[in-house]
T-cell receptor, first 113, second 115 residues
Framework: QKEVEQDPGPLSVPEGAIVSLNCTYS??????FMWYRQYSRKGPELLMY????GNKEDGRFTAQVDKSSKYISLFIRDSQPSDSATYLC?????????????FGAGTTVTVRA | DAGVTQSPTHLIKTRGQQVTLRCSPK?????VSWYQQALGQGPQFIFQ???????QRGNFPDRFSGHQFPNYSSELNVNALLLGDSALYLC??????????????FGPGTRLTVT
């Protein structure tokens, strides 16, 4: 079993729809959770960062973390064609001498105009 | 504010050759991590450098080695290249210390093709 599992997609939605992306994980030591956006053949761009459980909102993006269920989500409201990209969830523990980011495999999203 | 930079952008090598990739971290960051991303996969952790030492290593063979310089820039070296080493190599920078949050910022990557 992989340490981080991400809904594989791909997802294709019409412009203006809500996009919902999800990851589950097995390592209970994870406490820092991130979402990255990666355009084709580019490096990942940090979108959202959350510490421990709870919600965080930034413009059209909302990140949710449920540590009890080991489940994280990213919601994109009023999606735009420019949101078409691969979205990667990532997480780390830091405190236990584990500094690496563990990534999901990514979900490719296409927003149709 | 300069972000993470990597060079070269693309590289084509032959099996058995050696390659060196370079990374300059984001201004104010002191820690550099390297990741390998195969097509259609998430990045896989290779190693992390802090204070010019390898602080953590992922599940990669000794053919993969690195270095961090006093100015915090870093190199990734891969010896005896295999076809399976073809991938996007990503450098990420972060800040270690009391403010450490786990956030890592990525460069554009170096696309390595081994023929």
């Amino acid at each position: 079993q992989k340490e981080v599992e991400q809904d594989p997609g791909p997802l294709s939605v019409p412009e203006g729809a809500i996009v919902s992306l999800n990851c589950t994980y097995s390592n209970s030591a994870f406490q820092y959770f991130m979402w990255y956006r990666q355009y084709s053949r580019k490096g990942p761009e940090l979108l959202m960062y959350t510490y421990s459980s709870g919600n965080k909102e930034d413009g059209r993006f909302t990140a949710q973390v449920d540590k009890s269920s080991k489940y994280i989500s990213l919601f994109i409201r009023d999606s735009q064609p420019s949101d078409s990209a691969t979205y990667l969830c990532a997480m780390t523990s830091i405190g236990s001498n584990d500094y690496k980011l563990s990534f999901g495999a990514g979900t490719t999203v296409t927003v149709r105009a | 504010d300069a972000g993470v930079t990597q060079s070269p952008t693309h590289l084509i090598k032959t099996r058995g050759q050696q390659v060196t990739l370079r990374c300059s971290p984001k201004s104010g960051h002191d820690t550099v991590s390297w990741y390998q991303q195969a097509l259609g996969q998430g990045p896989q952790f290779i190693f992390q450098y802090y204070e010019e030492e390898e602080r953590q290593r992922g599940n990669f063979p000794d053919r993969f080695s690195g270095h961090q310089f006093p100015n915090y820039s870093s190199e990734l070296n891969v010896n005896a290249l295999l076809l399976g080493d073809s991938a996007l190599y990503l450098c990420a920078s972060s800040l270690t210390g009391g403010a450490e949050t786990g956030e890592q910022y990525f460069g554009p990557g170096t696309r390595l093709t081994v023929t």
